[in-house]
């Protein structure tokens, strides 16, 4: 692998660019971004080698790391001007959409549909690092459909970075992602609304370090420019899982009016076995 | 400071003793619990020096750290127990109710009302350690109405565990915490319900480090015998801040619905700004 092209230098974007290069020291590295700030700082972060609006024909691989409503238009375009020897990965957090979109594009197999499950509260370049995707879970969709050849280099820099590859078609991969990523950043964010409302009636703002606040709502943090795009993109499965949510709130809310102590305990006590799911990963 | 009682050997407890004990070595510290368990393990971790039912006469401090609930009827039949030169002090979530129920006892001066904000997912003396108090805040309510020379006693000690003392009336307090503390719990308990019976369907589940759930979920592995009573305890408030939170839900999913992508936006920028407060505690 001689060279890539990166478009969207973000903290995604970013950490790939400095992670394909600290692996592969020789690796040309181009890309771009639509803001103007973002590319003269990926210069001087050291991200990427060279800003270059579209990737040289001999191009390896090109990686497409900006929001979700973005990548069907940006993919189809990329298709267009690439090389037989380049394969288009995105990173995108919903995938259902771009795969149908995409199905019959004479260079279908050119492309490949990751998604890393990884990421901070922060954005830009300047939260990008090397070390963000080591040993991170990257799902790949719709595998069977992409050229085995050009897999090989996709192959190439996923284990050079440590990712740990899964596998799953693009309706269950929005399904689940509504679930264990999207839900968690709606409530966080709703979370973080609610305390700001109240805290303009009370004035009263003191050092919540240890409440379990800050981390119930450290991904109201989040980027909107990168989150509002995926709820409307991922729609129909976010919408399930957040009336699945309301209604668990809604009858844990009688519970509480009820004064029903032992049904809360039971229900926190069942509840508790999230331990198992979350120590899974470890 | 020569001898102080602890009622209740959890987390919060046993982390007083041990962080006690550690700035004053030649404190006798004697305790008790309502698990035998408990009592044991409490002594093998040398979070007391021995166990005892009731506080010995001449004991300085009486801690009780028990479920909220619980606090009403101990803390009356300590009071009744202890000399004069005695202080009781309670670690309760909740404070309003408690401190109407005791505002008339004659020993009422020899009560402080306190909150430390600490803790972490886990329960249990095993999970105590003697920096849990390093550096956080302690809420004391209704300060005095407290005996000025025992409240030294407190301080003595609350200066040694390099606790930060915030002054707020009960009230204040249940109000403030229902959105900073308890509705966090709440939401995060809600979250794991709902991820957990979306898997019964799924039979999916994967690593899921850096999905942002795991953050968001972790309040969900808190312990159903410290929290189910601080919801009832705090019924009125704990409504108020799930009734915002549930209608800011509700008008995120109509936003979300309506594939108003820029109103999501314009909303996320918004509560950003949530930044500033978390970084207050800094």
Chains 1, 2 share one sequence.
Not at 27 to 49: F, M, R, W
Not at 57 to 81: F, H, M, N, R, Y
Not at 226 to 244: Q, Y
Request: charged content about 25%.
């Amino acid at each position: 692998m001689k060279k890539i092209h990166i478009v969207g230098l973000g903290l995604l974007g970013g950490s790939f660019g400095l992670g394909a290069l600290s692996k592969f020291p020789e690796l040309q590295v181009t890309g771009t971004d639509i803001s103007e700030q973002n590319l003269k700082d990926a210069l001087t972060l050291g991200i990427i080698t060279e800003a270059k609006e579209k990737p040289d024909s001999d191009t390896d691989l090109v990686i497409l790391a900006t929001p979700a409503d973005t990548l069907g238009a940006l993919l189809k375009e990329t298709l267009d001007q690439i090389g037989e020897n380049t394969l288009v990965i995105d990173l995108g957090s919903t995938k259902a959409k771009l795969c149908r979109e995409i199905a019959d594009h004479p260079k279908r197999k050119q492309y490949l549909a990751g998604h890393p499950i990884a990421g901070t509260e922060y954005s830009g370049p300047k939260a990008a690092f090397a070390d963000l995707l080591d040993r991170k879970v990257m799902i790949i969709c719709d595998l069977e459909k992409t050229d085995l050849t050009l897999k090989e280099k996709a192959y190439e820099l996923f284990d050079a970075l440590n990712l740990k590859l899964r596998f799953m078609d693009p309706e269950e991969h929005d399904r689940h992602l509504a679930f264990v990523s999207h839900l968690s950043h709606i409530t966080s964010f709703m979370l973080g609304k609610t305390v700001l409302q109240k805290m303009e009636d009370e004035k009263n703002i003191f050092d919540m370090a240890g409440s379990g606040f800050a981390s119930t709502v450290r991904l109201a943090k989040s980027s909107p420019a990168m989150w509002a795009p995926i709820l409307t993109e991922n729609k129909e499965n976010i919408l399930a899982s957040l009336d699945g949510y309301i209604s668990n709130l809604t009858a844990m809310r009688e519970k509480i009016a009820n004064s029903d102590s032992e049904g809360i305990y039971q229900e926190f006590a069942e509840i508790n076995k999230i331990r198992d799911i979350l120590d899974l990963g470890k």
